[in-house]
Every structure is written in C-alpha cells, then in structure tokens.
C-alpha cells in the first residue's frame, strides 16, 4: 500500500485542464459559500483523478479504478462545476433555456457520453495512447467531454436558476431512465468476456505494481472487469435514484404548501 501511495504524479495536459477550469471558475462565477464550497470539491476531485496514484491505476492497471475517475468526472464534477454558476442565470442563459425546453438532449448527452467511451474499440484506442502517466490528445478529449457532458446532463434537473430547471416529476423520470441507461451499460461491462478491454488485460507493470495488486490484494482480471461493471451500475444508479427521491420531495413539499394556501383561501 505505502509503495501505491508513494506514486503522485503531474502530467501538463490535465494540468492545464485544472488551470483552464479555475480560469473559468474565477470569470463565471459569483463567489458566494456555496459556490466556493462547490469548486473545492469539484477541485479536489479533479486533482484527485489527475494526479494521485488513482490516475496511475486508472490508466495503467485497473479497470475498476479508470471506472471510479469517469463516475466521478461525469456524476460529481460536472454537477458541482454547474453549482458554481449564479443563481441568477445570467450565464450562457440561451443554452441552458435550449436544455431545459430539449431535456432529451441533455439525457443523450450525459448518457451516451458514457456508452461512446465504453465502446471497446474506442476505449482501447484511447487507452493505448498512455505513456507512463502522461496522456495522450484522445484521452484528454475524453477527461473534458465527461466534465463538460456531467454539466449538460445535470443542468434541467439541478441549475442554480429554477427558471433553467425542468418539473420535479419529469425530473424523476429523467434521472430514472438515465439509471437504466447505465444499469445497462454496467451489466455488459460486468459479463463480457475478459479480453474484451484489452489495455488491462496485459500491463507492462511500468511501475512494478502488479505483484501488490495480484498477490496481496487478489485482483484478477476478471474481477477487475466486473467491479468496473458494478461500479458503473450500483453508484451510478444510487446517485440517479437520490437524485430523484429529493426531487420528489420537493414535488410533496409543493403540494403541501398549495393545499395549506387553499385551505387558508376557503377559510377567509
């Protein structure tokens, strides 16, 4: 574990990924606790899937561990960099409009990003273009389009401006089918044949982790692959499903507060 620890990393390109974010932070956002609050987290995450040995296991040796950096660039990132924004929609308010009156687009958008990337061919493409910790062009595409498509996915049901955001019962639907879409995903993950994402199924051990990874931790490449596929499917799912259980708490909460107006209104 202390040798795992030890591999912190700092490649330029993602690097320059952080820097550009905070430049974009620093120019769109209104600085207000929440909004701070919400940067440090989308900030530490994101150093945490760029530079930590995360980054090395992700890229080099674990499925599973390359699955957790999408989750959380796609379903924590995205939504936290979105919370960011002001409360007042003056920010790009024409395309958060188009998403909340097209919510299908947003729903593909987030969705299909991760199915686009799953697809073996691609991901063992974009896989093969690693060298030691540095990444290549495809794979920094990649980083950016799960952070910018977590923002579109996310912006109909949780925008800071409520005139940006859809109804709450749509909301639960739309959450609810994007947790089928990946439910989906990760059961293929889960049961498709081992050699099926072939940049995990031979690493050249550039840092000598795999007698760690094989004979102490017990992972072998075929539980590596279906932890990756259940990683896809159970969180994923439980933040889609939360998500929705607070937006249909909010629906309630609505009807309640109508029905006591109602009832004031009859008694006058």
Request: aromatic letters at 12%; one cysteine or more.
């Amino acid at each position: 574990m202390k040798d795992i620890l030890s591999y912190w990393s700092c490649d330029y390109s993602l690097l320059g990924i952080l820097v550009g974010i905070c430049m974009l932070y620093a120019i769109l956002a209104k600085f207000t606790t929440r909004s701070i609050l919400c940067f440090i987290i989308a900030a530490t995450l994101i150093s945490l899937c760029f530079f930590s040995p995360l980054h090395i296991l992700s890229a080099h040796y674990l499925f599973s561990a390359h699955m957790v950096v999408h989750v959380l660039l796609l379903l924590c990132v995205g939504p936290l960099l979105l919370l960011c924004l002001p409360s007042e929609g003056n920010v790009f308010p024409h395309f958060f409009l188009f998403l909340k009156d097209h919510p299908a687009v947003s729903w593909l958008t987030g969705v299909g990003i991760m199915w686009v990337w799953h697809v073996p061919a691609l991901f063992n493409a974009t896989m093969g273009t690693m060298q030691g910790a540095c990444m290549g062009m495809t794979h920094v595409v990649e980083i950016c389009s799960l952070i910018l498509s977590g923002i579109i996915f996310t912006a109909p049901v949780i925008h800071p401006c409520r005139r940006f955001r859809i109804g709450a019962l749509p909301g639960v639907m739309y959450l609810f089918t994007a947790c089928v879409g990946c439910s989906i995903l990760g059961l293929l993950v889960t049961f498709a044949p081992v050699c099926t994402y072939q940049h995990f199924l031979s690493p050249a051990d550039e840092y000598g982790l795999n007698s760690i990874i094989q004979q102490q931790w017990h992972i072998s490449q075929l539980k590596d692959q279906q932890a990756a596929g259940l990683i896809m499917w159970v969180p994923c799912c439980l933040i889609y499903v939360g998500g929705g259980m607070y937006l249909l708490m909010q629906w309630f909460e609505s009807k309640e507060e109508v029905n006591d107006m109602a009832i004031k209104l009859n008694k006058i």
